[in-house]
């Protein structure tokens, strides 16, 4: 979390810097700092409490003109919200800092430096980076040395950027556990925490490694070292999807914009990965098919909604490639004695490919024996990806709302890709198998047709601006779906929701249904339909309000107390990605009806690279 940016450049780099900032503004959004080393050499920095636009309206009222700067964006972790806990961060009058995530052993470094006679202005662990850089700067002959000496002293995740009066057109960047990825330009250079802060200046990024470090230098001069400290290269890859992404265009919310995308990259998702009539197992890597006929068992670990899209997963690949599937969530995996059976694939599914506690579940799961480990993520060059063994990149293109959207169904299209290519050299039915690629193939049509519900949705998002609490119920695997669908609503409209299996209902939750509780249910054309119409009745018959989205064949119709909006008719496989949206929508337009930060909603943001 926190978004860091820094630009060495011919011109004036405040407006650059600002604008990075907005575009990594989803990674957290409660203070915002820029330091630059203005003309005549000296420090200069101007903080603000709140969004990026605060810091903005300051920098009006007193600008910060310099050829050499950074800034960033926070999401606290140490220290509430407040100017003097904002980056960047300094020590004496002639270096700054700016740093995302954690330093773990920053209590005991702060004692160090106190008592040695540094005084603290903050209560960020970053601080100490600061005053170690001003100490070790005084001995190292030059700032990279001396960002070297800190580096050895810090524990946790970092990815910093750093700027010193003596060496005014110098940026050092580094990263252990963070992102940070360089801008090459053309005679300036850049580096940043997501290559979408940079967009407005390069295309061509070189994504720094584990324990990289990085001098950019006039004239676009860029120089990485890695661990070790050695010089080393490191390939410039060009950025693929455009600028775009950082817009809005038309919609008034990126999450609007995003839902609206699904059926272009649903199709991107599947681009080139699918025969005739099977999917391409080679579309996982040239050892996929090896591995996967090994493959005996999957364990999936991912955090918040990529964590529902792996226990969609489990159905799916349990069912069609008969493989006993686990699905955890990372934070608890990690820190468990974890029994690995032979030929036990490991997956892990993330968006940004950097949130922090399934990299340490990837790092954890490396140590105990597996088959190999897959990587379904969104982000290419990121921690995720270059650490896996194999990879199936999701194709969803930069997701900037921060509630995932377009992430999670093109995860689960990925993970349908995945059963198919398990079940291909499992022996799957090759009827089946056909089946479900024809059925895939009409999935980005069938998901435009659902949009066009929106207006239906947003008449009846109406129904939830007054409520306090929300039920989601699904049963197999919509049940991770109706989960899904509860977090949505939480995350983004504040509204209390829960989400249960419908068979679950009478063993407890049932107990809250009331006339104030609406409950809120998937029902495709499956094999569970009749049970769930049961449960929906027992809902009815406590007086419970029924919102169900629902096949168009399955006879569910209008009643007292039951709102129904028919989706098209889905293959059952495939009815988890398709009744995803309307939830989506749903909660979209009940949270802009309660007038909330749809795209960044409080204390929340996009890429969670702190444990
Ligand atoms: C919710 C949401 C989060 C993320 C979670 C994992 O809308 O976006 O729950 O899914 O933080 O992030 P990734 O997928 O980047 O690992």
């Known amino acids: 979390m926190c978004g860091i940016v820094g630009a060495v450049a011919e011109r004036n780099v405040q407006g650059i810097l600002l604008e990075g900032l907005k575009r990594l503004e989803y990674r957290g959004y409660d203070s915002a700092g820029m330091a630059v080393l203005d003309l005549q050499g000296h420090l200069q920095r101007g903080r603000a409490l709140g969004k990026v636009a605060a810091l903005e309206e300051r920098l009006t009222r007193e600008p910060l003109p310099g050829r050499c700067g950074i800034a960033h964006t926070r999401w606290a972790t140490h220290g509430r919200p407040s100017e003097q806990n904002a980056h960047p961060h300094q020590s004496g009058e002639r270096l700054a800092v700016v740093h995302n995530g954690i330093i773990e052993n920053h209590e005991a470094l ?42 050895d002293r ?9 700027i010193h009066a003596e060496e005014p057109d110098v940026v050092i960047g580094a990263r252990k556990g963070s992102p940070l990825i360089v801008g090459v330009g053309i005679d300036e250079a850049f580096v940043a925490s997501d290559p979408l802060a940079l967009l407005q200046v390069t295309d061509r990024f070189i994504y720094l490694q584990e324990g990289d470090a990085v001098r950019l230098s006039a004239g676009g001069r860029i120089e990485v070292f890695d661990a070790t400290g050695l010089p080393v290269e490191r390939e410039i890859q060009v950025f693929e999807h455009g600028d775009g992404a950082a817009s809005k265009g038309d919609y008034r919310h990126f999450m609007l914009k995003e839902i609206h995308e699904q059926p272009m990259v649903i199709a991107a998702a599947l681009e080139g990965r699918l025969g005739e009539r099977s999917a391409l197992v080679e579309s996982f890597g040239p050892e996929a098919e090896a591995l996967f006929r090994q493959a005996s068992q999957v364990h999936i670990v991912a955090c918040g909604t990529s964590y529902h899209a792996g226990m969609v997963a489990r159905y799916w690949l349990e069912r069609y490639a008969g493989i006993p599937v686990q699905v955890e969530v990372a934070s608890e995996y990690r820190y468990r004695q974890v029994v690995v059976p032979e030929g036990t694939l490991f997956v892990t599914l993330s968006q940004s490919g950097e949130t922090a506690d399934t990299l340490a579940a990837l790092r954890f799961a490396r140590e105990r024996g597996y088959l190999a480990s897959l990587a379904i993520c969104n982000v290419p060059g990121s921690s995720l990806v270059r650490e896996s063994d194999l990879t199936l990149m999701t194709q969803a293109g930069p997701e900037i709302g921060v509630a995932s959207t377009k992430a999670f169904t093109t995860q689960l299209t990925a993970l349908m890709l995945l059963t198919l290519a398990l079940g291909r050299v499992k022996g799957l039915d090759e009827r089946v198998q056909a089946d479900l690629v024809t059925a895939l193939r009409g999935l980005p049509g069938l998901v435009a047709r659902v949009l066009e519900l929106d207006p239906e949705i947003e008449a009846l998002s109406m129904a939830f601006a007054e409520k306090h609490h929300a039920l989601f119920l699904g049963r197999g695997a919509l049940f991770p779906i109706a989960l899904e669908g509860a977090l949505k609503l939480k995350e983004i409209s504040y509204i209390h929701a829960e989400a249960y299996p419908a068979g679950e209902l009478k063993h407890g939750p049932l107990a809250l249904v009331d006339s104030e509780m609406p409950v809120i249910s998937v029902a495709p054309n499956d094999e569970l339909l009749d049970k769930l119409k049961s449960n929906l009745q027992e809902v009815r018959a406590r007086g419970g309000e029924l919102f169900v989205f629902a096949d168009e064949g399955v006879g569910l119709e209008e009643a007292d107390g039951i709102r129904v909006i028919h989706l098209p008719h889905v293959h059952e496989a495939l009815a988890p990605i398709l009744y995803t949206l309307p939830l989506q929508l749903l909660s979209y337009h009940v949270a802009v009806l309660k007038g909330t930060d749809v795209d960044q909603p409080r204390n929340l943001a996009k890429s969670v690279t702190v444990e």
């Open 154 to 162: 810090l524990d946790g995740a970092y990815a910093l950027g750093v």
């Open 110 to 151: 702060r004692r160090e430096l106190e008592a040695e006679g540094y005084v603290f202005t903050s209560e960020t662990d970053t601080e100490v980076i600061a005053h170690l850089l001003e100490r070790e700067s005084r001995q190292a002959g030059d700032l990279l040395a001396a960002v070297r000496r800190v580096l």
